[in-house]
């Protein structure tokens, strides 16, 4: 006896645009998928993940804590946390952004305009899908569709935008990784060696590494306008 199958109405499909006005996804939403009131849709350059990892572990912190001096060293914790976060997002995150459009012709820029998208996926057509991302392809974003679930049936378009929107991604992705990695290692050899500088061997890693995550970019770059002309 088979078990059944959950209802496909549960499902939702996450998708994420990066470079376009979010004015302009919002049409492009309404006119080839759903409805604006049937969508969850906002755009931003905070690691938003990040601080929802932060505000569960307040969450679960705040319900474990029993006395008011354990209540006030959380907040103390969870404050100085937030401070880490926001400096990271502002230095680092901008730093590396801003070294990675000088290395892409611009389009690490696009990252910056991060508009990400939550519909249900009984009510998204896989075709009307289809021409959402060929919209959004051929106005230069970069555009991911995320059905952990497979309710929806992706287009030759939608995958070849998923493939460029992953290596652009990842490679941004690893770039910020090694960005971290190089300012943690100089805070701790400032801290024990009082110097700022690290052996030579360990900055040769960190630039291969980063490398690495620039020729990612770049190739997500490339996938992406091969996508898009062959859609003209």
Excluded at 89 to 99: E, P, T
Excluded at 118 to 144: M, N, Y
Aim: net charge neutral; proline share 3%.
């Amino acid at each position: 006896m088979s078990s059944p199958q959950p209802d496909s109405a549960a499902y939702t499909v996450n998708i994420t645009v990066h470079g376009g006005k979010k004015d302009a996804v919002e049409a492009s939403v309404k006119e080839h998928l759903v409805g604006s009131e049937d969508v969850d849709m906002y755009q931003t350059w905070v690691n938003v993940a990040a601080l929802r990892r932060i505000g569960l572990i307040f969450q679960g912190g705040v319900e474990a804590s029993g006395a008011i001096t354990d209540l006030l060293c959380l907040i103390t914790v969870i404050g100085a946390i937030l401070m880490i976060f926001v400096f990271w997002q502002v230095v680092v995150f901008f730093a590396v952004i801003l070294v990675l459009t000088l290395l892409s012709g611009g389009s690490a820029l696009k990252y910056l305009r991060g508009t990400y998208i939550t519909a249900e996926a009984a009510k998204i057509d896989s075709h009307r899908l289809e021409q959402f991302v060929i919209d959004q392809l051929k106005s230069g974003s970069f555009v991911g569709i995320s059905d952990p679930e497979k309710a929806v049936k992706l287009g030759p378009a939608t995958k070849k935008s998923n493939r460029a929107k992953f290596a652009f991604t990842t490679g941004i992705y690893i770039s910020l990784g090694v960005a971290t990695v190089f300012l943690i290692e100089e805070v701790l050899y400032w801290w024990f060696f009082h110097t700022w500088w690290p052996p030579l061997e360990f900055l040769l890693v960190l630039g291969i590494g980063f490398l690495i995550g620039v020729i990612a970019m770049d190739l997500g770059v490339i996938l992406r306008w091969r996508a898009a002309k062959s859609i003209k």
